[in-house]
T-cell receptor, first 114, second 112 residues
Framework: EPEVTQTPSHQVTQMGQEVILRCVPISNHLYFYWYRQILGQKVEFLVSFYNNEISEKSEIFDDQFSVERPDGSNFTLKIRSTKLEDSAMYFC????????????FGSGTRLTVV | QKEVEQNSGPLSVPEGAIASLNCTYSDRGSQSFFWYRQYSGKSPELIMSIYSNGDKEDGRFTAQLNKASQYVSLLIRDSQPSDSATYLCAVYGSSNTGKLIFGQGTTLQVKP
């Protein structure tokens, strides 16, 4: 079964440092997403990406965040200057599109900011 | 603010019983509804989707949708200890970007 692959599985970084979280979506999927889940809290939408541009972003997705699809297969989330409150599980997801298809989630990256 | 509400639980049922999980949503324009299962420390896994009013069955799982009442439910028959997890209700709102809005999840404990 096709998978969404995320790397690294766990990243520890110092406050103020930049991090890049990487995702390889399912190859024939067209819509890509980043979500995060702070420990014990709900899964929160960050950003959606389609046709090489952001289609929607949440209030959480401020100027410190950016996304890229640099080479047609990878999909990255960059946090420029991490804060303690960025510590969370970050999930990448993809779908072939349409409102009748749920997402396939990657296994997640646990980001710990110290 | 579009919301999806679930009782956080825990919901505890004995092995072999029926577990009933409920979800309400606020956006009347919502089109599609999903149930995800999430084991502790893992990513959400899609288990059911439903788009039309009524029931949809898949193995031991039945999803129920009532758009007039803005209510979605998931029934798990013959519950097994391996079903112990958090169940997330997710809704495609009226936005055309495919954004899923998640509830906070209901923790299910199936006791042997």
């Amino acid at each position: 079964e096709p998978e969404v692959t995320q790397t690294p599985s766990h990243q520890v970084t110092q406050m103020g440092q930049e991090v890049i979280l990487r995702c390889v979506p399912i190859s024939n999927h067209l819509y890509f997403y980043w979500y995060r889940q702070i420990l014990g809290q709900k899964v929160e939408f960050l950003v959606s990406f389609y046709n090489n541009e952001i289609s929607e972003k949440s209030e959480i997705f401020d100027d410190q965040f950016s996304v890229e699809r640099p080479d047609g297969s990878n999909f990255t989330l960059k946090i420029r200057s991490t804060k303690l409150e960025d510590s969370a599980m970050y999930f990448c997801a993809s779908t072939s599109g349409g409102v009748f298809y749920g997402y396939t989630f990657g296994s997640g990256t646990r980001l710990t900011v110290v | 603010q579009k919301e999806v509400e679930q009782n956080s639980g825990p919901l505890s049922v004995p092995e072999g019983a029926i577990a009933s999980l409920n979800c309400t949503y606020s956006d009347r324009g919502s089109q599609s509804f999903f149930w995800y299962r999430q084991y502790s420390g893992k990513s959400p896994e899609l288990i059911m989707s439903i788009y039309s009013n009524g029931d949809k069955e898949d193995g031991r799982f039945t999803a129920q949708l009532n758009k007039a009442s803005q209510y979605v439910s998931l029934l798990i028959r013959d519950s097994q200890p391996s079903d112990s997890a958090t169940y997330l209700c997710a809704v495609y709102g009226s936005s055309n970007t495919g954004k899923l809005i998640f509830g906070q999840g209901t923790t299910l404990q199936v006791k042997p």
